[in-house]
């Protein structure tokens, strides 16, 4: 039987009947039928190798299925036909170069390996209390001295008194943003406010309230230096600073963060409450709402699709098309929301948090997910999860061995939650598989974690997963 990752939505065997590949050079068919443009047809027959789609996307993807059969099969492939089309319309995979950075090279590599999963989208998060990533022409300070740190106190194995810093050049963005474009990746950037901007008020501190001198953070956890919204200044800065960012990322989306925002500074922060009073806001969720509404609208004009965490619901009254990340969600806004019409995307700390070891989440964990069963949310709810997104924080990731070693397989999981219809999982026959493609991508020099680790029990699991929590256990997060 023929099992890939993602397994495609029909697979038709000639059983026992296998052609060479090299045999035959590819021939495309163009279909001038309105379908799905990301659906594709491939025959792989006795007399030659035919890909039928109706846009470049899905050619593209015909490829991709092509290219793990040769991997699983060699040069001998299996006569079959094979019909495909995605599940979800946003497939995403998340990673996380503040806290600390990946190179140009390493980041291609976790790129090339997540189209051939049938991902589509990067998010890519770039700025955040540990570090500024991006060069910008309009403030070259905050890149100068907001993309270093005075040194690393990750939890317990990461501690070191050597700054630490760096950040991706214009070039370098454009380099990914291209790269991805060939690969029919659209790339989310991440400007992540109100909160998780020490660096930026390290560098601007007179957008916070009271204007204190403010570090870049060397540690994880969540930090009470926030962007105060009654400063006009800030609006001005983050204006300019997407306004510079939408044109390195032409993409459809753009992330806006909204997460974790302590709000103790605006209480008593004259120019935070003034500006509650002269809009007529009675709480701390109305001013965080003001300040997203406004900052989305900014991008929603340059014609953007404006994501945030689902934090960003708060105050109840979020601008339309906004749409929703949802990770951690204990009132159910987020499910609200979808039930009211607004679209989402499942991104739910447990499982699909990736820097968690596999002793917490483990691979069968992960596989087992279904996007849409979320407490409470309706038919009509569901229709609104346009996908899914697996992100990878990097508090405590400061290698690409461990970054692949995170991901890979638990992606393969992710991807088939996001492509592949419930009826054609099966955790049996994806573990199997998983087998080949981590083989196939270790010949590659990609360190997946090997089947031993996938899904650990015992002792040895239960250590691990107590080491890994106590890195939050003074900050939290
Ligand atoms: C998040 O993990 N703070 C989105
Ligand atoms: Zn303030």
Request: hydrophobic residues 35%.
């Amino acid at each position: 039987m023929i099992r890939l990752i993602p397994q495609p939505l029909s697979v038709t065997e000639n059983t026992g009947a296998f052609v060479k590949a090299s045999d035959f050079t590819v021939t495309r068919k163009t279909l001038s039928v309105k379908q799905c443009d990301e659906s594709y047809s491939l025959y792989i027959k006795a007399d030659g190798i035919t890909i039928c789609a109706s846009s470049e996307k899905g050619f593209f993807y015909a490829e991709k299925t092509l290219e793990q059969i040769i991997s699983f099969y060699g040069d001998l492939i299996p006569v079959c036909t094979i019909n495909d089309s995605p599940r979800f319309e946003y497939r995403g995979f998340m990673i996380d170069c503040a806290r600390h950075m990946f190179s140009v090279d390493e980041l291609k590599k976790m790129i090339d390996v997540a189209a051939s999963l049938k991902f589509n989208r990067f998010h890519w998060h770039l700025a955040d209390d540990q570090g500024f990533r991006i060069e910008l022409k309009c403030y070259p300070e905050l890149t100068r001295l907001g993309s270093v740190r005075a040194g690393d106190r990750f939890g317990k194995n990461l501690q070191s008194d050597k700054p630490y810093g760096g950040f991706y050049t214009q070039k370098e963005i454009s380099e990914i943003v291209d790269f991805c474009r060939k690969r029919f990746i659209d790339v989310i950037p991440e400007l992540d406010v109100p909160g998780h901007s020490s660096a930026l008020l390290h560098v601007f501190p007179e957008l916070g309230c009271g204007g204190k001198n403010v570090s870049v953070k060397m540690s994880n956890g969540i930090f009470k230096d926030v962007l105060c919204v009654g400063e006009e200044k800030t609006e001005t800065v983050i204006r300019n600073i997407v306004s510079e960012l939408c044109e390195l990322f032409p993409g459809e989306y753009f992330h806006i963060g909204g997460d974790e925002v302590p709000r103790d500074n605006w209480k008593n922060c004259p120019k935070c409450r003034s500006l509650a009073e002269s809009a007529g806001i009675h709480d701390l969720d109305g001013l965080q709402q003001l300040f997203i509404n406004s900052v989305a609208a900014f991008l929603q004009e340059k014609g953007k699709t404006v994501i945030g965490w689902n934090e960003c619901l708060k105050g109840g009254k979020l601008n339309g098309g906004m749409v929703i990340e949802r990770w951690l969600d204990p009132k159910g806004l987020a499910v609200k929301a979808a039930n009211n019409g607004r679209k989402i995307i499942a991104a739910p700390l447990k499982p699909y948090y990736a820097d968690y070891p596999y002793a917490i989440y483990s691979l069968k964990e992960v596989y087992l997910y279904e996007p849409t069963d979320i407490k409470g949310l309706t038919e009509s709810g569901k229709e609104n999860v346009i996908g899914t997104e697996s992100p990878i924080w990097t508090e405590f990731i400061n290698s690409c061995a461990s970054l692949e070693a995170h991901c890979f397989p638990r992606w393969f999981a992710v991807a088939e939650s996001a492509w592949s219809i419930p009826e054609n999982k099966s955790y049996r026959e994806f573990a199997s598989a998983s087998v080949k493609l981590c083989e196939a991508l270790h010949s590659r020099g990609i360190n997946c974690t090997l089947p031993s680790g996938w899904n650990p029990t015992g002792l040895k699991s239960l250590c691990e997963s107590a080491a890994f929590l106590s890195n939050f256990s003074t900050t939290g997060k």
